[in-house]
């Protein structure tokens, strides 16, 4: 909680919903009637059936809009609620910020009745992003101590569909791969500001690495070496959708 209390005052501003990555979770979400979003922060993605959200920390709270669902201040791993409390669970790009993963998860497998439905990424696949591989190799390092591998996140759910998100070169959610085709917006301290990784890491550690990537830019060099990301429309920087049916 500490963590979004300290970045999470930017969010509302910096990480607003994509509107394809909202169509792909609202599908993956089937035909629950009532939906709980478990690790909500500031209501991303949150569809119409939504009844409640379960968040810990209240910066981001104060952020949700004012006609969003009612927001409960409460971690994942211990969640005050019955059993079969909904139709749907979503957490989305919040298990990896969880303390307890084994706990957290079986609270959602407590309280959904049909399906569980999570957005995370593949660090297999999201630590090769150009970024982390080339500029910010310590940061992809400390990520490694928070990341989730997929397969460990389906043997908890009891079994589960993984399916691609593809992220549009216009995303305009500001999570970690957002900006793959406009790497000047990692340089902005507001845009660094709403990724938890970030938030995470001391500047000392940050700060060479953006300094190589700001002379790469007026160089250049960044183009160069990645001119076949130029034309594309979307790129699979590892993110995912965990799909549980109970």
Known sequence: MATYNSIGATYAYTRRPDPRIAAKIHQALGGAATVINVGAGTGSYEPP???????????????????????????AESI???????????????????????????????????????????????????????????????????????????????????????????????????????PEAYLDPEVRAGISMFAQISDDVIRPGLARLSDDLSSGRWHQRHADLLDREALDAGYRLVVADL
Do not use: K
């Open 49 to 75: 059936q939504t009844v409640l959200a379960v968040e810990p920390s209240a910066v981001m709270i104060a952020q949700r809009p004012a006609r969003s669902a009612r927001a409960l201040e409460a971690s």
């Open 80 to 182: 005050p609620l019955a059993d079969d409390s909904t139709d749907a669970v979503m957490a989305l790009l919040t298990v990896h910020h969880w303390s307890d993963l084994e706990a957290g998860i079986e609270e959602l497998r407590r309280i959904a009745r049909q399906r569980i439905v999570i957005f995370t990424f593949d660090p297999d696949i999201n630590h090769r992003f150009w970024l982390l591989d080339e500029y910010l190799p310590e940061a992809a390092a400390f990520d490694d101590t928070r990341a989730v591998g997929l397969d460990r996140l389906v043997r908890l759910l009891g079994g589960a569909r993984v399916e691609t998100v593809p992220i549009p070169h216009d995303c305009t959610d500001g999570f970690l791969a957002a900006f793959w085709r406009r």
